[in-house]
């Protein structure tokens, strides 16, 4: 799986270069802002589902690059922002220090402002039929907007301090980060052409692979160690955030995430296609320690 995702990773990474270099780029401080935290050392999680999608709808995995990099632009923003005084003020992201830590406030909002925007330019502009591009960018904006991360971040801010019960939970949790990870594989299979029936397939896998992937997040601000995580953790029991170990415990925390990529998998099988990558991600997301 490592050598797998490390493939992937660099194909992202060089097309992450290309959209996000300028010839001249003034002023030069917010370009360097933006390709700070992009190439801070992510996953590239989002972009490769994006990338497995097209493949297993059968076209080449390329054609869902545009899609791919907007994804990491938009889940790059939300991690410059989440980490703000004014949301988690944390200091430590990727394995340095965060954004306003390195450029201040003011360039740190900028330039995951200007993340979000380029994400929606890259998209648009992809050679690719009109109409998927516009469907793509319209899956894309709802995940990312008041109907998904931006919703659930704000469930998240407003429930602080407040326990909440396990289906508000799984909603806080869907749209924060399930709506994303949806996203990514959704969009991917839109621009290799998938028609509906595909389309809700991805939709269906996305939404418990997201889910899972948000409870094994949990669970390592618990158990995870901090040099491999790239951040400061065991900061949601004391911030009072609702987590699926505060709520249902650590034992039973695995068991939910190890059930969810069972239902995940039964989903995938449904999908006809090489849906062989899909199945590693889905095993990575449990078994990852960063
Ligand atoms: C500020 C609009 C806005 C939204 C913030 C995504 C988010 C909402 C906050 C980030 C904090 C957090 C714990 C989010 C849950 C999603 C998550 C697990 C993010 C980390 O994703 P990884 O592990 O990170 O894919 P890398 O760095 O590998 O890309």
Redesign the pocket.
Known sequence: MQAIMQKYQNKVDVALIKYLTQGREYPAVIYRAMRYSVF???????PILALLAAKACGVPERRAMPAACAL?MI??????????PA??DDDL??GKPTSHKKFGEAIAILA?DALLTKAFETVLCARVEPQLAVEAASEIARA?GVSG??G??AL?MESGGKRLGKKELDIL?SK??GA?ITASLVSGAILAGADTVQRRLFRNFGGKLGLA??IT?DIL?VTGNEKQ???RLRKDKSSGKNTYPAIYGLKESRKKAEQLVVEARAILGKIKGDISGLEQVAQFVLD?Y?
Do not use: P
């Open positions: 801070a050392g992510g996953k590239r999680l989002r990491e889940h790059t923003y939300s991690l410059i922002h989440d980490d703000l949301m988690d992201r990727r995951g990312s991360m931006v659930g971040q998240d949790h924060k980060t994303l992937f948000q997040d601000d995580m790239g951040k990852r960063r």
